[in-house]
């Protein structure tokens, strides 16, 4: 019996043209470690269990950027800008409906469940890569987004956004 380890190599490690894919969430999971860490069974077996709980207790949303529309570019802040899903299942009725060619990302939300909003935070917020773990942190209240930008980044800025169920 294989575990999410075996499967994250064997993905891989497959041939040039191979069509085989794993689940998005043992990739999101998988690519939330450093490099250095994604050789190493053990840390690759617990993030994804521990990326599962996350998922479980609703403390994983998706992000779909959608930052250029009609010419115009968009960036963090604006209302538009990013799109977040409570679940896949959401994202996935979306996409099919707004941009079947889409992307979206999973990645998790600090302090709680997300419930209605979540706060966003980007220590680049002219960045656009959204499929970075860095890329942007996520809170489930904006008293612990202001806490955490207090410690880490005193000038940082947070954005509220939506969670679309």
């Known amino acids: 019996m294989s575990d999410a380890f075996d ?27 450093p490099e250095a860490d994604r050789s190493d069974r053990q840390r690759v077996n617990e993030a994804v269990l521990r990326h ?34 409570a679940s896949g299942r959401a994202v996935d009725a979306w996409l099919q409906d707004h941009d079947p060619e889409g992307v979206a990302w999973e990645y998790e939300v600090d302090g709680g469940p997300a419930e209605g909003s979540v706060w ?29 930008v207090e410690q880490n980044d005193p000038t940082g800025k947070i954005w509220e956004y939506p969670v679309q169920e």
């Open 52 to 85: 599962d709980e996350a998922r479980r207790e609703g403390r994983t949303v998706w992000l779909y950027l959608d930052d250029y529309k009609d010419g115009e570019s968009r960036t963090m802040g604006d209302p538009e800008w990013v799109k977040v899903f």
């Open 120 to 148: 966003l935070y980007s220590p680049d917020p002219g960045s656009r890569d959204v499929g970075d773990v860095d890329w942007v942190r996520l809170f489930a209240s904006q008293a612990c987004a202001e806490k955490w």
């Open 7 to 33: 499967k994250w190599v064997e993905w891989r490690c497959k041939p040039l043209g191979d069509s085989r894919s794993i689940p998005a969430e043992l990739y999101a999971a998988v690519t939330s470690l």
